[in-house]
């Protein structure tokens, strides 16, 4: 199954899509894809529904819709920071021997064809396609990669957006440098895992400007999805409907000599195997 929001931002509503054109609106069943809609266990009954308004001709046309983000804005987004060895190469750092994990601010989820705006002050903006995890159970110290898999609600396609001034050379976090309003794009659906035969072999892609700059697999991640669940659960708390960015392939302007950066103007084209396509116009600052 797909799920999409459809409509303006902040009134956007629950769909399932049932063709490339054509989907199944859910909105007079579900507030929205939100933590109380995941924490409910309401996900695995709403295929047949699906399946049921779809047979029965309630299909609508997508036409022109704009999309959001397939989840609503989540409790937390938690990132995962050199989760691919060609990706550690190209930025000069050790590969990690744990994942390491950075929060993004929930309010940097956007759809996946709106505008990214490039912050004041911003020097080196940057892309980054990743697989992000939908959190689909409350999770806390769980036992093992294979009851982390029962929290999974599904696979999402990001662009962890990146400003590598902010990130790398003001100091502390990686916070500031990932939590700039609109540096986090999502979908355009949340794919079950059941639609995904193997989600550790996905083909990644992000071009700028129609230029391939990243082109990679899920195959090569160091630390699987599972695996990241499992860990993150050791920590903290993972909430219904949170977000989990699982790193990305090389590629990134960081990593090209010269180095190359975003600008006004320019357009990113990201995709991930099975989970569609985005397409992001850069803006200047406010």
Request: with cysteine; hydrophobic share 35%.
């Amino acid at each position: 199954m797909k799920l999409i929001r459809i409509g303006d931002p902040g009134s956007e509503r629950p769909a399932a899509l049932t063709s490339t054109t054509r989907y199944v609106d859910l909105s007079d069943v579900v507030d929205d894809f939100d933590e109380e809609f995941f924490g409910s266990g309401r996900l695995a009954s709403l295929g047949a529904l699906v399946e049921e308004r779809r047979r029965a001709g309630e299909e609508r046309d997508l036409g022109r819709q704009r999309l959001g983000a397939p989840i609503a804005r989540p409790h937390q987004i938690i990132c995962v920071g050199l989760n691919y060895r060609d990706h550690a190469a190209e930025t000069g750092q050790a590969v990690p021997d744990e994942p390491i994990l950075f929060t993004k601010s929930p309010n940097t989820l956007i759809g996946p064809d709106d505008d990214v705006r490039i912050p004041r002050g911003a020097t080196k903006p940057d892309w980054e396609v990743e697989l992000g995890i939908v959190v689909g159970r409350r999770a806390s110290y769980l036992s093992s990669a294979e009851e982390a898999n029962e929290h999974i609600a599904g696979w999402v396609l990001v662009n962890d957006v990146s400003e590598r001034a902010f990130q790398m050379e003001r100091g502390g976090q990686w916070l500031k440098g990932k939590s700039a309003e609109t540096f986090n794009p999502a979908g355009p659906w949340l794919v079950t895992p059941d639609e995904v035969p193997d989600v550790l072999d996905l083909a990644m892609t992000l071009d700028v400007n129609g230029v391939r700059r990243q082109s990679g697999s899920t195959s090569t991640m160091i630390f699987d999805p599972a695996f990241i669940v499992h860990y993150i659960s050791q920590f903290l708390v993972l909430e219904p409907g949170d977000l989990i960015n699982t790193g990305t392939p090389p590629g990134v302007g960081m990593g090209f000599s010269p180095q190359v950066w975003l600008r006004e103007g320019d357009v990113m084209d990201v995709h991930i195997e099975g989970l569609g396509r985005q397409r992001q116009r850069v803006i200047g600052p406010r």
